[in-house]
Every structure is written in C-alpha cells, then in structure tokens.
C-alpha cells in the first residue's frame, strides 16, 4: 500500500512539473510576441501645409506610427504598372497638374531608418495646382493621373520582419478625391 501511494505522489509531482514547464514556456512565448509586437513599424502618408515662395505647399510624407523603428528596404514610385525615375515622375507631376509651377521630389535611400513618430517628405505640391475648376474631363482626367501615382515602401522592424506600404497617392488627398467623385456623381 505504501508503495502504491509513493507512486502516486511521485507521479503527481511529475505532471505538476511537466505543467510548470508548459506555462513557463507559453508565458516566454506570449512575452516575446509582445516584445516583437511593441516596436513594429506602422508607415502611412500624412500631409502637411507649408509657405513656400509665397504658395501654400501640400507636402505627402511618410509617417511612421509605430512603436519602433521602420528601416527601409527599398523605395519605388509608379504609375500604370511602369516604375517612374525621378525625373519621369516630375513629368508625370507637370502635365497632370494644372497651375503648375514648381514641386519637390525627395527620396528615400536604402537603409534609412523612420524612427516612431517621425515623419519623412515625400513629394511637395503647391495648393495652386489642385485649385483649378473640374469642370473640365481633361483636368478630372490629369488629377486621377496624377493621384493613381502609386508608393511602395519595403521596410523591417529590428527584429528583421519584412512589411511592405503601397498606397496610391489618393489616399493622401482625400479632398481632392471627394470633389471629382461628386462630379462624376452629377
């Protein structure tokens, strides 16, 4: 009898550890998880108005709303499925926007690293160039040229997870979107 009951303490005492073991190891998974979890990087667009030799500019940015740091990978401008040089995306901007005068492209080398909360410019228009009437199908036409200009950004967090952005430059501008949807709704 006594044997019996030495086998079934001895036995519980294994089950109980084995079960020690299995929460010690989820808990170091969950904690780890959430580690990777609180300093992923988010990238967005974000817009902000700036005076520039006397015209409103609306600069596009890349915001990082993370909780860590973006590192990027690679950068891309395109349109209609071709890849756009700096130079061919300033032609794109110049025959697709009315009023035009003068924008800035900026760029965004490999490697750069997007800290939490920081934003990075991207392309500055004037305010000029989307004040002209719609009224016209060539100018609604030239605006959604223009605003299907699509961003890919690959990025990484430093745990080495690989995310990708790629946005059209519509969801930058919902304004401008709103009034040639209005439009089309007339």
Known sequence: MTGSLEAWVSLSAVIIALCAFLVSAWQGYLFRLHNKLSVRPLLDFDIRQEMLQGDMMSVVTIKNDGLGP???DNFSVSHKNQQLTANSLYQLVKENLSNYRFSRFFDLPIGTIIRPGESMDLLGIP?????????EEKTQQSYRNFLSIKIEVNYHSIYIE???FNKAL???????????????QD
């Open 162 to 164: 690989k995310q990708l």
């Open 70 to 72: 973006a590192i990027i």
């Open 170 to 184: 519509m969801s930058a501008f919902p304004g401008v979107v709103k009034s040639l949807q209005t439009i089309e």
């Open 127 to 135: 305010e000029s160039a989307f004040s002209s009437s719609f009224d």
